[in-house]
T-cell receptor, first 114, second 113 residues
Framework: GQNIDQPTEMTATEGAIVQINCTYQ??????LFWYQQHAGEAPTFLSY????GLEEKGRFSSFLSRSKGYSYLLLKELQMKDSASYLC???????????????FGTGTQLKVEL | NAGVTQTPKFRVLKTGQSMTLLCAQD?????MYWYRQDPGMGLRLIHY???????AKGEVPDGYNVSRLKKQNFLLGLESAAPSQTSVYFC????????????FGQGTRLTVV
C-alpha cells in the first residue's frame, strides 16, 4: 500500500516563497504528482516527477528524492489566488491491470495573507 | 470541449435509497476512476476501470458498484445508501497508463440523511 504524509495547513505572505513537503512510503512507485484544489472545485494538475531532481514550471517547482521518499512543491511570488489545498499523490507501479492508480495525501491547505 | 462531466452535481438521499452517479468524458480516455473526498481523509479511490467492459476495486469499494459499458461513461452506483457515504465524489480519467495527467470532473456532493 501507500502512505503519504504532508502538513495539514500552512500560512504565507503574498509575494513570499513557500515550500510544501510530502513524504511517502510505497509498495510501488511510478511518479509523484502535485495537484491544486480550490475550495469547492476539482483538483487540477500542477506537476509531475518520476526521476530525482527539480522540475520547474513558472512560479511552481517540484522536487523529488526517491531514495528518501520525499518531495516538495515550491511556490514563488505568492499571490492571493494561490490560497488552495495542495495534494501530493503517488502513482503505483501499474503492472498487469494495475490501473495507473493515484494515491493521494490528505492535502495541505495553504492560506496566503497580505 | 467538455472534458469530464459528472451528473448530478448535488443530491440528498434518504438512508436505504439507491442512486447512480454518471461520469462522462469526451477525450477518448482508456482509464477512468471514482474517488471520494472527505475532510481530513483526502481523496480515496473507490473503483477504477482500465478500459471498456473492465472494472476493478480501489481502496474503499464496499457499498459501491460500477459499470463501464461504454468507453466514455463510468457509472457509480449506491444500492442502499448509508450516512457514511455522505461525501464529495470525483470522477477522473487519463488517456493510458503512461499519461501523466489525470483530468477530474467537478464533483458530486452527496448527502445521505
Amino acid at each position: 500500500g501507500q502512505n503519504i504524509d504532508q502538513p495539514t495547513e500552512m500560512t504565507a505572505t503574498e509575494g513570499a516563497i513557500v515550500q510544501i513537503n510530502c513524504t511517502y512510503q510505497t509498495s510501488g512507485f511510478n511518479g509523484l504528482f502535485w495537484y491544486q484544489q480550490h475550495a469547492g472545485e476539482a483538483p487540477t494538475f500542477l506537476s509531475y516527477n518520476v526521476l530525482d531532481g527539480l522540475e520547474e514550471k513558472g512560479r511552481f517547482s517540484s522536487f523529488l528524492s526517491r531514495s528518501k521518499g520525499y518531495s516538495y512543491l515550491l511556490l514563488k511570488e505568492l499571490q492571493m489566488k494561490d490560497s488552495a489545498s495542495y495534494l501530493c499523490a503517488v502513482r503505483d507501479g501499474g503492472g498487469a491491470g494495475g490501473g495507473n492508480k493515484l494515491t493521494f495525501g490528505t492535502g495541505t491547505q495553504l492560506k496566503v495573507e497580505l | 470541449n467538455a472534458g469530464v462531466t459528472q451528473t448530478p452535481k448535488f443530491r440528498v438521499l434518504k438512508t436505504g435509497q439507491s442512486m447512480t452517479l454518471l461520469c462522462a468524458q469526451d477525450m477518448n480516455h482508456e482509464y477512468m476512476y471514482w474517488y471520494r473526498q472527505d475532510p481530513g481523509m483526502g481523496l480515496r479511490l473507490i473503483h477504477y476501470s482500465v478500459g471498456e467492459g473492465t472494472t476493478a476495486k480501489g481502496e474503499v469499494p464496499d457499498g459501491y458498484n460500477v459499470s463501464r459499458l461504454k468507453k466514455q461513461n463510468f457509472l457509480l452506483g449506491l444500492e442502499s445508501a448509508a450516512p457514511s457515504q455522505t461525501s464529495v465524489y470525483f470522477c477522473a480519467s487519463s488517456r493510458d497508463r503512461v499519461t501523466i495527467e489525470a483530468f477530474f470532473g467537478q464533483g458530486t456532493r452527496l448527502t445521505v440523511v
